[in-house]
């Protein structure tokens, strides 16, 4: 979880309100910096890669976080209608390593990548014995130990890249409908997690849509139809902003973000409601069962 948006529900001490449910099954919640949650040690490096382990983290994730934490400044200001195209492209590709960034998603495309290097499936020795030389061992296998015994983890790093700098699905992120929605102070405060966006079952469908809340009173989202757009906002407040706070929490994995100490009802009955695979444990599934090459791996389709 960026940092930067964890500070949009912080006071004046830099503290949120952290709940979480704990072996018992009872959620918890704790006044804590933000400094000191939303991050997993070690999350993006790849140890065997010796002085590039930390790529993903140092060259992908931080300036685009960073872009990223600019942007959110003129969002609130405009409601999404005066970044430039810049700005636009990179919210787009910021957006896409939301959902390919949880730790869960991580860890699986992590872990196929280093199991498909180190297991090649027959599709894998086809594409190999069409390409390899005559000089060339006769497996990929035997290629791949002695070419590279960290390819696995090479690949795991290659495959995080080329997820979140899909420029497919990022032009598509791009041409949604975009907008900000300001929540009135009358009303619950929106909450984040450890999913912090929601992203719907499909960009291109009628429904298709994106949605993160930027802090307690204003939220992102991105529409792919323009009346179904209309029908959302036009949503009595109450229940747009229950829906939204419901959104968040249900697919969250272990942590929910308030402002507040008041939240523990609804978190309780909410965190974790629905067990829906993240992004990277789909693809990692995918890829497993449909024997795809890992040299030229599905990526995801809006």
């Not at 994995?253 to 993240?278: C, D, P, R």
Request: proline share 5%.
């Amino acid at each position: 979880m960026p940092k930067f948006l964890l500070k949009q529900w912080t006071d004046v001490q830099g503290k949120l309100v952290l709940y979480r449910r704990v072996p018992t099954g009872q959620v918890t919640k704790d006044r804590v910096s933000a400094k000191s949650v939303g991050c997993e040690d070690k999350l993006y490096t790849f140890e065997e890669l010796g002085e590039h382990a930390t790529v993903i983290e140092t060259k992908l994730m931080s300036p685009l976080d960073d872009k990223a934490g600019k942007i959110v400044a003129s969002l609130i200001e405009s409601g999404g209608h005066e970044l430039t195209e810049p700005e636009m492209i990179w919210w787009s590709h910021f957006l896409l390593s939301m959902i390919m960034r949880t730790p869960e998603s991580v860890k699986s495309l992590k872990a196929v990548a280093v199991e498909m290097w180190d297991a090649p499936n027959a599709k894998i020795q086809a594409d190999y014995d069409n390409l390899k030389g005559e000089t060339d061992p006769a497996t990929f296998e035997e290629w791949a130990a002695a070419d590279s015994p960290e390819g696995g983890q090479l690949l795991g790093m290659k495959l995080l890249n080329s997820l979140t700098m899909n420029k497919n699905v990022a032009e598509y992120i791009r041409g949604m409908s975009w907008s900000v929605m300001t929540i009135d102070k009358g009303l619950p405060p929106l909450l984040t997690s450890d999913r912090a966006i929601f992203s719907s079952n499909g960009l291109k469908k009628y429904d298709g849509q994106l949605i993160m809340p930027l802090g307690p009173r204003h939220m992102f989202c991105a529409f792919n139809d323009k009346d179904y757009e209309k029908e959302v906002q036009n949503m009595p407040a109450k229940l747009l902003v229950d829906t939204a706070r419901k959104l968040i929490t249900v697919r969250a994995q272990a942590h929910v973000y308030a402002n507040n100490m008041k939240e523990t009802e609804f978190v309780s009955k909410w965190l974790g409601y629905e067990k829906i695979a993240s992004m990277g444990e789909q693809l990692a599934n995918g890829w497993k069962a449909e024997q795809t090459s890992v040299t030229n791996p599905a990526l995801p389709q809006p």
